[in-house]
């Protein structure tokens, strides 16, 4: 549907936030025949979903501390092996004990893990080293868990794909400005449309604030107030994939003590924050984050001292204060569902936060569960069963393909599942590859870009990893540039959002800007401003624009 | 193995020294790992582009205002008229048909259309000397099918607010579709192989013909003659319009070329080439460096009587950043680099980064020093020398080619 018809719908429901929760309700919701729409300020999946470990919890790291969560993570890890299994890498994982630390939390570690239904294996330490031989070799205990990876901008991605195809509309880039009130009633959402500058409102039965940490704003324009303690975690990518199994210290849960293998690449982290809201926009990761996690990361696997560091990053996770307790002490990990019409009055208004990416799908369940009592709709969920579109019955998958298809073909699959059919390769150019670190092929680009909201190069990467290689986007981010110029028939712009997005691969490397990383750095410098002068085309549009 | 001088870096700087001291009689030895810059050079030298930010259009009188520490002022702003004299007509000399003047900057035009700052251009290349009489009024821009490593569409917009009128057409052969047809090999270098035979650039020369129309100048991106320039003065007879390159993105055809010329040059002049090896260690005695090892050679070491280090930097390995700190990895040598970390880099990816202006510490002669003492055989030239920042202020390749000329001079005087 074109934007300016979805501005004159009414709808009965509107999700505020474009992460994996509120594309989970937003699926939830169409499913169970609501007329849907989500919207979303930046991109989908700017916020803590594509800022986190890309680790699909067994539970395990909860079930000393967090039974409940515990319970909830396992559940929801054997859904998504059936659900998305095209976003899910069954990897399986180790918790291990190091000399330093104490053995006998083992016993706990695994009792806990099995009163929450969780399989916990007590494995030889020799065992370990042979099935997953990065380990650190001087473990002296170890547990096999059933952690695995997953894609979290996948995930989010089929989650609104399978909203569109039941009905429900999506925009993103359109930041909530305030909330259409009617005395005590939320009637809709006053929407600024960042890419046209329009301002518009758009009525809906029920609001969901499903925002994250940016759902405190949310509340306040309702007049309700939440507690939100911001926690942030700050994680490095290498820039190979050391490991096969994710690798956590089996311990209390601590700073950087859990590595996961992601597609080419391993990711440590997190360290943990406590940060002031005023600065939960400021995603610098700072020196001593670097330090903390590069010294506890070796300890996980000692092959890491040597390997190449591409990237640091940050996110926020929303944690929320109970409400009999503002003080914050006792913080809920959990999931949070507020019907802010029982909590503070006002009619047509829920708040989902809390809880982890893990668990959106249950988040998405609770939430739209809430939205059907108050509008009377009687319809189950069907999201626990109803695999995501790529992860349908029949649909290909990693493991049984042969040689039939190409590079660029086998990681499209491993993107999209059976969505890769609807990539055009037809012709020798469509399968033209343009990024070769992670087998993305014009076809794939157009594909992104006329079915996945692609405005920008940073958009491209989150649906298709172009540039998230070892290389950083050295070469395919012109390339690809190239081609959405093209494609959107603005090279300007196109010009303008390739030095964005090299700025916004450099706010990642400065951090860890040393070794290999440095060398790709002046390479890229040499051959974007040197080579080819792109710093003077785009300081020349500026000077143009001025006057 | 006993040698005159050797020379540890095959690029752009390793090979000029050489090439100097080589014709002057010197028995020369250069261990080249095979990376070079000018991989990533489309075609043009720049003496000086930038200062701050402002376009400089006479390179030799604003040498002179450059900071202390730069290597131009190291050997003399009034020695670099000569120099930059010396230094085109030896690349003539290897066969590099290059155009320009030191006086006075020309404009080359990038891969995205922008018209940059050079003080040498191949003659092939589409340069612009006066951007208020441009070279042509309307252009012919033939884009190959598939061929991503140029972006045409953002060329073409930049030739157009230059002042051109550009026709844009799209064109394949027999020989660019079958390479298409295997999706990793359509880039400047696979192409340039491909289509060097006589039938393979007739074949490009009738698509351009028919195609041009009426256009003044034919522009095709720069993907002729990996290692001379007959492929390109072959098509050149062959179309029937004026014709200009265009650089591509990385690997660069010009580049690799004008690497295998003066390459080829300094051999013919009894140069001993030792390619894929690098120097590891060397050895002091006293103030002098006595001899390298490098590591294909293992306990063979290298004895001179001169060295001259030309390891470029960190794209190169000339200089390496680890967590810690930054330094010179084969002697150790003293560096101008912030100690700090965080001091390394700055937040904007288009902001002047501070590593790009680290490098070794040399005196006036562009001798090198350790732990504070001067190596009186042991010279530094190129982009292995602290105080210039090729990507800001556009003065990289001079600084290579001149400082090289420069280091050669004193070698030869010292004698």
Known sequence: MVTSDIYKNEYDVIIVGGGATGAGTARDCALRGLKTLLVERNDYSTGATGRNHGLMHSGARYAVTDSESASECISENMTLRRIARHCVEETDGLFITLPEDDLDYQKTFVEACQRAGIRADIIDPAEARSIEPSVNPDLIGAVRIPDAAIDPFRLTVANLLDARLHGADTLNYHEVEGLVMNQNRVEGVKLFNKLSGEHIEVRGRVVVNAAGIWGQRIAQMAGANISMFPARGALLIFGHRVNKMVINRCRKPANADILVPDDTVCVIGTTSDRIPIETVDDMRVTREEVDVLLNEGIKLAPSLATTRVIRAYAGVRPLVASDDDPSGRSISRGIVCLDHAKRDGVEGFITITGGKMMTYRLMAEIATNAVCAKLGNTAPCVTANQPLPGSEEGAPNQSDMTKRYSFGERAAIGRHGSLAARIEKDNDIDNALVCECEGVTVGEIKYAVHQLHVHNLVNLRRRTRVGMGTCQGKLCSCRAASLLGELHHDVRRAQKDLADFLDERWKGMRPVAWGDTLREAQLTAAIYEGLCGLDMAVSNQGKEDKQ | ?415
């Open chain 2, 1 to 415: 193995m006993r040698t005159d001088t050797v020379i540890m870096g095959g690029g752009l700087s390793g090979l000029t020294c050489g090439i100097a001291l080589a014709k002057r009689g010197q028995r020369v030895t250069i261990v080249a790992s095979g990376q070079s810059t000018l991989l990533f050079n489309g075609g043009s030298m720049e003496l000086l582009g930038n200062i701050d930010g402002t376009p400089v259009t006479y390179p030799l009188e604003t040498i002179a205002s450059l900071p202390e520490g730069h290597p131009y002022r190291k050997i003399g702003a009034d020695r670099i008229a000569s120099l930059a004299d010396e230094a085109k007509q030896l690349l003539l000399d290897a066969g590099i048909n290059v155009e320009g003047d030191a006086a006075a900057n020309h404009w080359r035009v990038t891969p995205m259309g922008v018209a940059k700052h050079a003080w040498l251009t191949l003659s092939e290349n589409l340069r612009i000397d006066d951007l208020k009489q441009l070279p042509a009024r309307r252009l012919a821009l033939m884009c190959i099918r598939g061929f991503f490593d140029e972006p045409n569409s953002m060329l073409a917009n930049g030739l157009k607010e230059l002042g051109f009128e550009v026709d844009k057409h799209e064109f394949t052969t027999d020989e660019i579709t079958k390479l298409r047809r295997s999706p990793s090999e359509m880039r400047a270098a696979s192409l340039a192989k491909r289509l060097s035979s006589n039938n393979a650039l007739q074949r490009i020369a009738d698509q351009v013909n028919s195609l041009a129309g009426d256009a003044d100048m034919v522009l095709l991106p720069s993907v002729f003659g990996m290692s001379d320039n007959d492929s390109y003065d072959i098509l050149k007879n062959m179309v029937n319009k004026p014709l200009r390159l265009v650089a591509t993105l990385p690997p660069s055809v010009a580049g690799s070329r004008m690497q295998a010329m003066l390459r080829h040059y300094f051999m013919m002049l009894g140069g001993n080439y030792l390619m894929g090896d690098s120097a590891v260690k060397g050895t002091l005695e006293g103030d002098r460096l006595t001899t390298i090892t490098t590591a294909k050679l293992g306990d063979m070491p290298l004895r001179a009587d001169n060295f001259v280090l030309a390891t470029g930097s960190f794209i190169s390995r000339g200089l390496v950043a680890d967590y810690e700190r930054v330094y010179e990895p084969v002697m150790g040598l003293d560096v101008d680099a912030d100690k700090d970390r965080e001091q390394w880099t700055r937040f904007g990816v288009l902001e002047p980064q501070a590593y790009s202006r680290y490098g070794v510490t040399t005196d006036a002669t562009l001798r090198c020093a350790k732990q504070g003492k001067t190596i009186a055989n042991l010279r530094a030239i190129g982009s292995v020398l602290s105080g210039h920042d090729t990507v800001k202020m556009g003065d990289g390749t001079g600084v290579s080619l001149l400082t090289a000329l420069a280091a050669a001079h004193g070698i030869l005087s010292d004698k």
